[in-house]
């Protein structure tokens, strides 16, 4: 693993690098993955395919914000919305709707527990794979 901001090969538990003092995972400037310069506002890395730190970082969801609106509003798929699992969003939300309301006991039940999943680490990526930040 690489720091994200100077390039410089890191240990992959430390939780800043020694050369810059930038926390690991933060930085814009390289890929944490192979090292190589990332191009500013890019998605993934050109030399390995793997995500940048800086992308991540911006569009990360986060696991509280998406735990409480499946605890909350679980009926109406908002927390899968949310988390771009739509196809599931959509699922909860027709439960609740077609049933007039009725088939709401079983969709917020789901997202009830989908909820507790999300705030207990279970469920750690979002629709596009992209990891949560807490
Ligand atoms: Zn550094
Ligand atoms: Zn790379």
């Not at 240990?11 to 930038?22: K, L, S």
């Not at 077609?98 to 789901?110: H, P």
């Not at 009830?112 to 750690?124: A, F």
């Amino acid at each position: 693993m690489y720091c994200a901001n100077c390039g410089s090969p890191m240990d992959p538990n430390a939780a800043v690098c020694i050369h810059c003092g930038y926390k690991a995972g933060c930085g814009a400037h390289y890929c944490t993955n192979c090292g190589n310069a990332a191009i500013a506002g890019a998605t993934m890395c050109t030399h390995c395919g793997s995500l940048l730190a800086s992308y991540v970082a911006q569009n990360a969801k986060s696991k509280l914000a998406a735990g409480l609106l499946g605890i909350f509003l679980g009926s109406f798929g908002v927390h899968n919305f949310y988390l771009g699992y739509t196809g599931k969003a959509v699922a909860q939300l027709l439960i609740t709707l077609l049933t007039c309301g009725f088939g709401s006991v079983v969709s917020s039940i789901w997202g009830l527990i989908e909820g507790i999943m999300l705030l207990t680490g279970s469920i750690t990526v979002d629709g596009n794979g992209l990891p949560l930040k807490d």
